[in-house]
Nanobody
Framework: QVQLVESGGGLVQPGGSLRLSCVAS????????MGWFRQAPGKQRELVAT???????NYTDSVKGRFTISRDNAKNTVWLQMNSLKPEDTAVYYC?????????????WGQGTQVTISS
């Protein structure tokens, strides 16, 4: 079993910054990627950013140039630096990890951390 613990959410004003952290622990042999999704009220969960074990990053268009994802493979930790935050970034942010198993892959999710952008 794999556990993900997120931290760093909160309330900030438009234009502000937040940094989310996520630590994965448990039965982890190898991680394919770690990343962040978000879900706003009344909307579907959407990808924000992912990063592979070799550092390949992927961002949704709406956050490019504002958000930066990074990771520490040795610590199974991923961060999301969010700058120039907008009200439309308000959502619950979920950390996710895809690990390799003996029979394929498995995805795990964190409990979510609330990010609210409001003046």
């Amino acid at each position: 079993q794999v556990q993900l613990v997120e931290s760093g959410g909160g309330l900030v004003q438009p234009g502000g910054s937040l940094r989310l952290s996520c630590v994965a622990s448990g039965s982890i042999f190898s991680i394919n990627y770690m990343g962040w999704f978000r879900q706003a009220p009344g909307k579907q969960r959407e990808l924000v950013a992912t990063i592979t074990s070799i550092g390949r990053m992927n961002y949704t268009d709406s956050v490019k140039g504002r958000f930066t994802i990074s990771r520490d493979n040795a610590k199974n930790t991923v961060w999301l630096q969010m700058n120039s935050l907008k009200p439309e970034d308000t959502a619950v942010y979920y950390c996710t990890v895809q690990i390799r198993t003996t029979i394929g892959t498995a995805n795990y999710w964190g409990q979510g951390t609330q990010v609210t952008i409001s003046s």
